[in-house]
């Protein structure tokens, strides 16, 4: 059965000795009313000017990623996943820019970090709808260290950090973690699970009750998920947007950068090969 994470922290602008030694522990943070409800309504408004730009211009990916594209719940075209979203946008990429979110980066440690609003994905809009015309309800179990082998690069620290524009109470799904699994061996963080085909319930995870404004934060490293709603339709609706904050070099993509070679393979195809290799060829490729 699984569990609501039963630590939140309010948002107060600073990261203390306690919430370092909680992330340190678990690997994921859960911070009250980040940003208020006036704040969330207004990205809310910017994001669906950015996806009618997408839908108006025809654009089908963003610096070599692609986008997701669904139907909403009045059969319209929706982008339910898009990416580097602040690039088409001043008011996201001012907001991206906050002082605020240099405070998170203590959460890496010894590693420099930054924000990547040009890197990976950049700032990554997700929305779930549990619809038939949907195409984003859940997301199976997974990591994000698996790209640094298709980059060629060892795994490197870095953090999610997700602003919630919708209310999504533990009941109704949303983002599920394993708590400690950021500290887990290298065969640990790619055979624990089948990655993306694997939606089942884990008796250790823990979920959350969150509200539109809170923000969370987990490490790259921690199993996560994303549960399908209980609900239908409207009521199962839930926006974020998700920041990288990450470490090593500068890799910047642009306009002419081509797709990531995990964003080309149909998504089975790689996970069965994931599945195929050997762990000491992956700890090869590591270092």
Partial sequence: MNKLANTCFPFEGTLTAKHLEFFNKNGYLHFKNFICKETVVEFINEIEQVQQYFLTNNITRVNGIPLKFGKDVDGRPLVQRMAFASQYSKKLQAFIKRKSFQLFLQLLGKHDGRVGENEKDGLVVNHYINDPASKFTQLGWHTDSPRYLFLGSKILPMLNVGVHLDD??????????????????????????????????????????????????????LWHRVQQSAETGEKSRRRVMYIPFVTGAYQPKYSKSVTPFYHKVAQIKWVDMMQKLSPAGMVRNLF
């Fill in 168 to 221: 999504c109470p533990f009941k109704n799904g949303g983002l599920r973690v394993l708590p400690g699994t950021h500290r887990q061996t290298l065969f640990g963080l790619f055979f624990r699970k089948k990655y993306y085909i694997d939606n089942s319930v884990d008796k250790k995870e823990v979920g959350f009750d969150i509200e539109a404004g809170d923000l969370t934060i987990h490490d790259g490293r």
